[in-house]
């Protein structure tokens, strides 16, 4: 489980600096959101873009999108000092901070 924390939010890091660095706006798309609401997050997405979002698009990846979050965690026994450490992680990141904590969906 070690590992799977530490790639995850090595993963993250890159996406922070992309934050802090970039001169241009950051859409941030959360899977989660994608999952319950596949129509408003593909229009969001496309109006980030400045693209047309054609219902045949839509139509065709709703096809692909889950129809409900895996939360693997919950299939894991998490201990005490690797909730912490996911909880202090989050906190490392404002994309994940404002969005997530160790027991949100």
């Not at 999952?35 to 997050?41: D, F, N, Q, Y």
């Amino acid at each position: 489980m070690n590992t799977a924390i530490k790639s995850y939010f090595q993963k993250a890091q890159p996406v922070q600096k992309l934050h802090e660095m970039s001169k241009y706006p950051i859409l941030d798309v959360y899977s989660r959101d994608m999952i319950a609401k596949p129509r408003e997050t593909l229009q969001k997405l496309c109006n980030f873009l400045s693209v047309t979002c054609y219902d045949e698009f839509v139509d065709l990846a709703l096809k692909i999108v889950y129809s409900k979050p895996s939360k693997t965690r919950y299939s894991v026994k998490w201990t005490k000092e690797q909730k912490e450490r996911v909880t202090n992680e989050i906190g490392k990141y404002q994309f994940l901070k404002s969005q997530f904590s160790f027991d949100s969906d």
